[in-house]
C-alpha cells in the first residue's frame, strides 16, 4: 500500500498496490494527487525515499512538483510516523474482530477506512482547530448512521437481486460488511463468503457471528496467505478484549481494582 500525508493539512490516505510495478505507483500516485486537485490544492513538492527515485525521475516533469529524497539509509519523519499511526489503527480495528485470521480484502477495506477516520476530525499541528481535512478536500460530509453504524468485519445477511425472479435460488447470502458504498443512492460492498469475493448489497441484515462463520473466514485467510494479526504474550495466549472476555461485566470493570494492592510497595528500580 502507499501511504501519504499531507505537511499543512494533515491529510492521509492509503492507496492499495496491485503490484510494486511503476505503473501501479504511478497510478496510485495519481489517484492521491487528484484528491487535492479537486479540492484546487496544488502539490508542488513531494518527500520520498531514495529508493522511488528512479521510478519518478521519467515523470516528474509532468507532475509538476519536486521530489525531495532522503539520502540512503534514512527516512521522511512525517511518512514515518504516519505509517506507525496507520499501522496501530489498524491492529486495533483487527483486534476488535473475533476471528483469528481474515482474508486479505477485508484487511484491504480495514486500512483504508481506518485511514479515513483520522482525517474526520481536526488535525494536531494543522491549518485549523476547527475545520478537518474532510473539509479542506471538499468531501461529502459523513454520516454516522451510513459510515459508523455497522463495524468492519460484522457478519450480515445481504439481499440480492436476481435477473430470473421465478426461481428458487436464495436471495441471501452470508457476507463480511466491507464498506458503504460512496453514491447518492446508498448501498454496501460485502464480502462473500462463499466466493471470497466483493459484491454489493442494498439491504443488508446485521446477525450475530457464530463458530461456523469465524472458521469460514479464518479458512479464506488461510487461502489468501495470511497470517494472524491477533495480540498474543510471550506464552503465545492470545488477548482478547474486555468485551469478548466470559464473565467480565464492563460497567463492574470500569473502575480500578484496588482489593489487594499495597499502597506502601515500591517497584524495584530497573537495570540500566
Not at 195 to 216: G, W, Y
Request: glycine share 4%.
Amino acid at each position: 500500500m502507499l501511504t501519504t500525508v499531507h505537511s499543512r493539512i494533515k491529510c492521509r490516505a492509503v492507496v492499495p498496490l496491485k503490484n510494486r510495478t511503476a505503473e501501479s505507483l504511478y497510478d496510485s500516485l495519481d489517484n492521491v494527487l487528484c484528491r487535492y486537485n479537486c479540492a484546487t490544492i496544488y502539490v508542488t513538492s513531494i518527500d520520498s525515499d531514495i529508493e522511488f527515485k528512479t521510478l519518478f525521475e521519467d515523470v516528474e516533469d509532468n507532475m509538476d512538483a519536486k521530489f525531495n529524497y532522503a539520502p540512503q539509509g534514512e527516512h521522511v519523519p512525517a511518512a514515518e510516523r504516519n505509517n506507525r499511526t496507520i499501522a496501530d489503527r489498524i491492529r486495533v480495528a483487527v483486534h476488535c474482530l473475533p476471528c483469528h485470521n481474515i482474508p486479505r480484502l477485508l484487511l484491504k477495506h480495514v486500512a483504508i477506512s481506518e485511514t479515513e477516520k483520522l482525517i474526520w476530525f481536526p488535525a494536531e499541528g494543522g491549518l485549523s482547530d476547527t475545520f478537518t481535512p474532510h473539509q479542506f478536500l471538499e468531501l461529502p460530509p459523513i454520516d454516522w448512521n451510513k459510515d459508523v453504524k455497522i463495524l468492519q468485519g460484522s457478519y450480515c445477511q445481504a439481499f440480492t437481486e436476481c435477473t430470473i425472479k421465478n426461481d428458487l435460488k436464495p436471495r441471501i447470502l452470508d457476507t463480511l460488511f466491507l464498506t458503504p458504498m460512496k453514491n447518492k443512492q446508498g448501498g454496501y460492498v460485502m464480502l462473500n463468503l462463499a466466493t471470497n469475493k466483493e459484491i454489493a448489497s442494498t439491504c443488508i441484515t446485521q446477525v450475530p457471528i457464530t463458530d461456523l462463520v469465524i472458521r469460514t473466514v479464518e479458512e479464506l485467510a488461510a487461502q489468501d496467505g495470511m497470517t494472524p494479526l491477533k495480540v498474543e504474550n510471550r506464552t503465545r495466549t492470545m488477548i482478547y478484549n474486555n468485551d469478548m472476555l466470559p464473565g467480565i461485566d464492563c460497567e463492574e470493570d470500569a473502575k480500578p481494582v484496588t482489593a489487594g494492592h499495597d499502597p506502601t510497595c515500591v517497584p524495584r528500580p530497573q537495570r540500566s
